[in-house]
Nanobody, 122 residues
Framework: QVQLVESGGGLVQAGGSLRLSCAAS????????MGWYRQAPGKQRELVARVDNGGSTTYADSVKGRFTISRDNAENTVYLQMNSLKPEDTAVYYC????????????????WGQGTQVTVSS
């Protein structure tokens, strides 16, 4: 079994900062991309940022210059540092990873965390 466990969400005022963490655990053979998505009420889930196993990053235009994604490969953990938060950043943030589990070693599968609420007040 593979699990993604998130932490770090909460309530913050506009202009503030939060740091999200997501740790992958279980019978993991290898991890490709790790990243963060978010879903606001009434909206579709969207990519926030992702980082591949070589360190290349992708960001949504709306968070460029404010959010930073990083990854600790030794700990199978991905982080999202969120600065200069805006009310429009309010959403449930989901961790995502492409993982080869030992039970399915021939392909990468999608794994999701349970989600963590981020609320930015104006």
């Amino acid at each position: 079994q593979v699990q993604l466990v998130e932490s770090g969400g909460g309530l913050v005022q506009a202009g503030g900062s939060l740091r999200l963490s997501c740790a992958a655990s279980g019978c993991i053979f290898s991890i490709n991309t790790m990243g963060w998505y978010r879903q606001a009420p009434g909206k579709q889930r969207e990519l926030v940022a992702r980082v591949d196993n070589g360190g290349s990053t992708t960001y949504a235009d709306s968070v460029k210059g404010r959010f930073t994604i990083s990854r600790d490969n030794a700990e199978n953990t991905v982080y999202l540092q969120m600065n200069s938060l805006k009310p429009e950043d309010t959403a449930v943030y989901y961790c995502h990873a492409l993982i080869k589990a030992y039970s399915i070693i021939y392909r990468y599968n999608d794994y999701w965390g349970q989600g963590t609420q981020v609320t930015v007040s104006s």
